[in-house]
């Protein structure tokens, strides 16, 4: 079979990989084909959910019959533990899979180890290069959590053309048109959790739920040192994670008892100490920073956001909260890269990432 039809293949698996969305984190996203000698595509199968089969597992079992003889193209390398489900590459390997093709290696220490099993059952494996980029940016935060241990962060903001995103008073105003809005809602049905100030929750009471387009919502997380955040706030019946200073007390009880996760840190800085619990404790692999413009500065000036987005309208304000501090109009510029440039009816979605961004995957 000639190499392009094995890219045309991986292509396809790629797309399939992509139907698996924000349902199956804090796994990567993945596809599978199974195709015989000519290249005729005979199954195919994507990871749905967490915790159910895998791509190759769903693939084999669509083909309906034996594999014995046939070849299979999976965007990841199969795994090669036991954990939630048994190890892919045992599966293949008694299937009777003759060669895997992968674009990507397993970068997990505890998932890792699948071509290795094949080829010890003689059983070749080959990659397949020109995905990489692709695959990185559907799996960023996959690959985070696997590096670094911790979530993705992106920090969200919609703000006016001279940096404003609140009148002087405060007071909730609408900047983002519509179509920003919806796809606002897009990036939180993206993430698993959410993060606003205590601020932003006494001010607005916001919910942070994905009501302008399909997609589950995100878990709520709230940044509160002193619990000055007000417990009759909508966004309390959605269990949020609450994150404080303030050790065990009447006022931690009264949280508690709306179903809040109260978890303690060392200082009301110690964001770091925060988003490593979200994934150690919680398994959260993505966080949507929201507001207010304090969380979102501090997020910066510790250097912990991997994104930033902001929708800006094409209006000015001439006066009011700006996202930079204080009542000063400077256009907030992070410290990073443009990524990306969309427009949405008359609003521009600006895309930042860190100049040192890097999310390349290796080859098997």
């Known amino acids: 079979m000639n190499e392009q039809r094995i890219r045309e293949i991986m292509a396809r698996a790629i797309v399939l990989a992509r139907n698996g969305g924000p349902a199956v984190y804090p796994n990567p996203m993945v596809g599978a084909v199974v195709f015989d000698e000519e290249g005729t595509i005979l199954a195919e ?22 594999a014995t003889g046939l070849s299979m193209a999976v965007t990841l390398e199969p795994c090669n533990h036991f954990g939630k489900t048994p190890p892919c590459s045992h599966a293949i390997a008694a299937a009777g899979i003759k060669k895997v ?36 940016e559907i799996n960023r935060f996959f690959y985070k959590t696997a590096r670094e241990k911790r979530p993705w962060i992106t920090l969200k903001m919609a703000l006016t053309m001279d940096g404003f995103i609140a009148p002087p ?36 009471d916001p919910i942070l739920t ?18 000055s955040v007000e417990p009759n706030r909508r966004v309390f019946d959605r269990s949020p994670i609450i994150f404080t200073t303030e050790s065990a007390s009447k ?33 959260i692999n993505s966080l949507l920073v929201e507001g207010g413009a304090r969380l979102y500065r501090s997020f910066i000036e510790q250097q912990l956001a991997d994104e930033v987005v902001h929708f800006i309208a094409p209006f000015l304000l001439g006066e009011g909260i700006s996202l930079a501090g204080g009542d000063s109009s400077s256009h907030p510029m992070p410290p990073f890269r443009l990524h990306a440039i969309e427009r949405f009816d008359d609003d521009v979605k600006v895309v930042w990432r860190p100049p040192n961004y890097s999310n390349r995957i290796s080859s098997p």
């Open 251 to 283: 006022r931690t009880d009264v949280f508690k008892s709306r179903g809040c996760r109260i978890e303690q840190l060392s200082s009301p800085t110690d964001l770091a100490g925060a988003i490593a619990i979200l994934w150690d404790k919680y398994r």
């Open 101 to 136: 093709y992968v674009a990507a290696s397993e970068p997990t220490e505890k998932a890792c180890g699948g071509c290795a099993y094949l080829s010890s059952r003689g059983i070749p494996t080959e990659f397949v290069p020109g995905f990489e980029k692709e695959l990185s």
């Open 210 to 227: 994905t009501r302008l387009v399909e997609g589950k919502s995100p878990q709520p997380v709230i940044f509160s040192a002193n619990l």
């Open 169 to 204: 008073t405060g007071d909730p105003f609408p900047i983002s048109g519509k179509q920003s809005q919806g796809e606002a809602h897009r990036l939180r049905a993206e993430h698993m959790a959410i993060a606003v100030g205590a601020g932003t929750v006494n001010r607005d």
């Open 45 to 66: 199968g994507w990871h749905q959910r967490y915790g159910g089969d895998h791509a190759e597992i769903v693939a084999l079992k669509n083909l309906g019959r034996s």
